[in-house]
């Protein structure tokens, strides 16, 4: 029973982690007005595949080996979000240039849609809407996300090794 107390952690970690961060991105949208460029859209999709990856794992926890393969899925959604947000980051800090253009928030109200899209806000992925000490949303996602599919990598092997 001591051996399972790792697989536990790795899926605790593999349906929380996720879930923290596309909750934060969505609070941060709705209730903090920061609207996502396409490439914080991008982020978002493979945190969704991993939430879904850790409910298999968690359903199917009694049968260790098919939880350990869900759990390690996980973790490959989360390292992809991270990836993303590497790159994401690094068209923030002009280290390098992306290939997404801009999104917006335009939604046709009662006005023709050249109005509406000429008076909408652009959002462009280049541009940081919110840092903390220099790091922008995209870089947090990619620190949290890397870390977390490691620790649930390195979890998952600590479990299988012993």
């Known amino acids: 029973m001591r051996r399972d107390i790792h ?44 939430i879904g990856a ?45 290939f997404t253009t801009c999104s917006t928030n335009a939604r046709p109200a009662g006005e023709s849609m050249l109005d509406t899209i000429m008076k909408a806000r652009l959002i462009r992925c280049d541009v940081a809407q919110w840092t903390l000490f220099g790091v922008s949303l995209a870089g947090f996602n990619a620190i949290f996300s890397l870390t977390g599919a490691l620790g649930i990598y390195l979890l998952v092997r600590r479990w299988s090794q012993t």
């Open 54 to 98: 850790a409910l298999a794992a968690i359903f199917l926890r009694r049968n260790h080996f098919a939880s350990a393969v869900f759990t390690l899925l996980a973790a490959f959604f989360i390292a992809t979000s991270g990836a993303i947000g590497v790159f994401h980051a690094g068209v923030e800090y002009h280290w390098w240039e992306g």
């Open 7 to 50: 697989l536990s952690r790795a899926r605790l970690v593999a349906i929380l982690l996720p879930t923290a961060l596309l909750g934060g991105a969505i609070g941060s949208q709705y209730l903090g007005g920061l609207f996502p460029c396409e490439m914080c859209m991008w982020q978002r999709w493979p945190h969704l595949a991993a």
